[in-house]
């Protein structure tokens, strides 16, 4: 079997190639900040992160029920059940052609390993991926923020000035390998991204995030 080695932001990773004999098996990997749209189509969305058994987006991207195909085109799996405003998760439960990993996507070839989803206080620094606007950073302005949408309103979320746009929805926002939470609104005029904090996201349906 031949292994090799990628460096991950500092963190050294192990892969290991699929002997000859199971080539015809091809599976996928699931990663935080990779695109993927619910049919019928409600637009491209970004994953969050991955959980056992799939992963989880934002509750504005899908409706429970619906099918999903990833990036590639494949068919990605299912959404078991979405929450919009409270909680504005959903989470999506991947087939045999996926494997969800806890890795965020940083858009150049490499990634990120989630290590935890310790909050980071406000001040810090952190990155967003998103499908369309790719690998962002920027700060952490403040907790606990209300959101007021049409639908409803949010309580909870966290302000950051990162820059986001249509298709980033579901990003997660990542901060020193803790995963912070996942893009449920933005303004691209001033900059401003507002994320669901990831413990809320799996508290609500109690799903337990994948670490690397």
């Known amino acids: 079997m031949i292994r090799s080695l990628l460096v991950l932001s500092g963190t050294l990773v192990a892969l290991s190639a699929a002997p000859a004999s199971a080539a015809a098996a091809v599976t996928y990997d699931v990663r935080g900040g990779d695109a993927f749209s619910a049919t019928p189509s409600s637009g491209r ?7 056992r058994g799939g992963y989880i987006t934002s509750g504005r991207c899908a409706r429970a029920g619906q099918s999903v195909i990833g990036y590639n085109g494949v068919a990605q799996g299912t ?3 979405t929450t919009f405003p409270v909680n504005a998760v959903a989470w999506v439960k991947t087939n045999s052609s996926w494997r969800p990993r806890g890795l965020v996507n940083r858009h150049d070839g490499t990634f990120v390993a989630v290590r935890g989803a310790q909050a980071a206080p406000v001040g810090s620094a952190a990155c967003m991926s998103g499908a369309v606007s790719r690998w962002r950073c920027g700060t952490i302005l403040a907790r606990n923020v209300t959101i007021n949408f049409p639908e409803g ?14 298709g980033d929805l579901g990003a997660p926002l990542i901060a020193n390998g803790q995963a912070q939470g996942t893009l449920v609104a933005a303004s691209s005029s001033s900059c401003a991204a507002y994320f669901l904090p990831v413990s809320e996201a799996l508290a609500a349906y109690g799903l337990v995030l994948l670490t690397e």
């Open 79 to 81: 959404v078991q059940s």
């Open 45 to 51: 969305c970004t994953i969050g992160f991955s959980v």
């Open 153 to 166: 309103i949010l309580y909870g979320a966290i302000r950051t000035n990162i820059c986001a746009g249509p």
